[in-house]
Every structure is written in C-alpha cells, then in structure tokens.
DNA sequence: AACGACTACAACCGCTCTGCC
DNA sequence: GGGCAGAGCGGTTGTAGTCGT
C-alpha cells in the first residue's frame, strides 16, 4: 500500500489495520467516562494510535450497545430492497430503519450480497435496476431539507419530515414502506 | 498441498454540512 | 460573512477466509 506509506511518512495516519480487543474495550471505557462526542479528545485520551475519525467509525458501527452482528433476516432484506429503491445509496437513512444495523453494514450487505442479485436478475429482464434514485453529494438529510426524497413525489402528498420522523414508531413496521410505494408510484406515473 | 480467483466485510478516504468563534 | 474544527456520509480499498482447480 504505497500511498498509505506516503502519509503515514507525512505523520497524517496513526495507527492503521484491524482493531485489537484492547483498543475496543479502551476507547469503550473512555466513550463510557466522556460520551460519544468530540472524537479527537476521545482518541487522545484512550492512547490510542487512531485518529478521531477511526474511532468514531469504530464505535458506531461495532462497539455501540444494541449492535446486531450478521445473519440480516429475509425481513430485513426485503425492507433494504424497498428502501433502496426509494432512496438509493442513502445507507444512514436505510439503516435508521433498522434496528440495530449500522451503515456501513448495510452497504457492505448490499454491495455483496443484493446488488449482485439484482443485476443479474436486470440482465435476464434486460433493465439495470441498481441505479438508485441518486442524490446529489453532502450529509444533509432529507428530514432537515426535506426536499430531496421529495422531489421523486409530489411534495403536497406527503410530509416527508412526518415520513423521517423515527421517533415515535416501530421501525420494522412496513407499513411506512407500503404507504410511500403507493405515492411514489403514482408519481411516477404521473411523470410518464 | 499449493496456488490463484473470488467473496465478504472491516476500515479508510475524500467530501460536505453544521456549529462555533 | 468567513474560517475552522468536528461530525457524518457514501465510495472505495485492503485483506482474511473460502472455494475451485
């Protein structure tokens, strides 16, 4: 890895590799003292050779509580299908609704397992249905803007902040799913 | 047994957004 | 309003494990 050697000469990587057991349960003890804010100080004070970033990454997706590890159940796969399909690669958003998975899991999962599948079922229908629906780059999310989700549907038939709102439902609860399908086919339809 | 190809997933990187000064 | 640091996101890469020859 050449170009990891280059910085890592430049002194912009620690550490680098698999986490270590004992890095885990050190920045686990120092998130459990501090919370799970201000990463840089919570690198600096774990002694740890990573950066903020990496433990950041490293807790939400693995050290977290409540994490599910493996085994994604049919349940879930469907329900990534569907999300997929309304809100392409917007893992954070697709993962908000499951719980217990992160991101990154589920882009692996999907990246691995589904987008494969899906191409080739594509192929032997002739379509390319892994294109999402794409969205431009940057972190703002469709419950702070509520524009972008919605522009793939009319606006005035649906309140897409009430559609991100998590906070008060079931989040395996499918319904949501259903109910969106339905209005964004029909703009689609609308639109053709 | 050895080796190359493939797969799955952990980790890293670059970019953007947000909040604070 | 501008600059900076921190946080978060999606894309990509690295590598250990598995499989086929």
Same mark, same amino acid.
């Given at each position: 890895m050449a170009s990891t050697e280059k910085r890592a000469a430049k002194g912009l990587i620690l550490s680098k590799g698999a986490w270590t057991p004992e890095e885990d349960s050190k920045l686990a003890e120092v998130i459990a003292v501090h919370g799970a804010k201000r990463w840089k100080t919570i690198a600096s004070k774990a002694g740890l050779q990573r950066c903020g970033k990496s433990c950041r990454l490293r807790w939400m997706n693995y050290? /977290?509580?409540?994490i599910k590890r493996g085994n994604i159940t049919n349940q879930e796969e469907d329900l990534i299908l569907r999300l997929h399909k309304l809100l392409g690669n917007r893992w954070s958003l697709i993962a908000g609704r499951l719980p217990g998975r992160t991101d990154n899991e589920i882009k692996n999962y999907w990246n691995s397992h589904l987008s494969k599948r899906i191409r080739q079922k594509g192929e032997s229908q002739g379509?390319?249905?892994? /294109?999402?629906?794409g969205r431009p780059r940057g972190r703002k999310s469709a419950a702070a803007t509520g524009a972008e989700p919605g522009e793939m549907i009319s606006s005035d038939a649906f309140d897409m902040d009430e559609f991100f709102d998590f906070s008060n439902e079931s989040p395996m609860n499918l319904e949501w799913v259903s109910s969106f399908l339905q209005h964004y086919n029909r703009g689609q339809d609308t639109e053709e």
């Amino acid at each position: 890895m050449a170009s990891t050697e280059k910085r890592a000469a430049k002194g912009l990587i620690l550490s680098k590799g698999a986490w270590t057991p004992e890095e885990d349960s050190k920045l686990a003890e120092v998130i459990a003292v501090h919370g799970a804010k201000r990463w840089k100080t919570i690198a600096s004070k774990a002694g740890l050779q990573r950066c903020g970033k990496s433990c950041r990454l490293r807790w939400m997706n693995y050290l /977290r509580p409540n994490i599910k590890r493996g085994n994604i159940t049919n349940q879930e796969e469907d329900l990534i299908l569907r999300l997929h399909k309304l809100l392409g690669n917007r893992w954070s958003l697709i993962a908000g609704r499951l719980p217990g998975r992160t991101d990154n899991e589920i882009k692996n999962y999907w990246n691995s397992h589904l987008s494969k599948r899906i191409r080739q079922k594509g192929e032997s229908q002739g379509v390319d249905p892994t /294109r999402g629906c794409g969205r431009p780059r940057g972190r703002k999310s469709a419950a702070a803007t509520g524009a972008e989700p919605g522009e793939m549907i009319s606006s005035d038939a649906f309140d897409m902040d009430e559609f991100f709102d998590f906070s008060n439902e079931s989040p395996m609860n499918l319904e949501w799913v259903s109910s969106f399908l339905q209005h964004y086919n029909r703009g689609q339809d609308t639109e053709e």
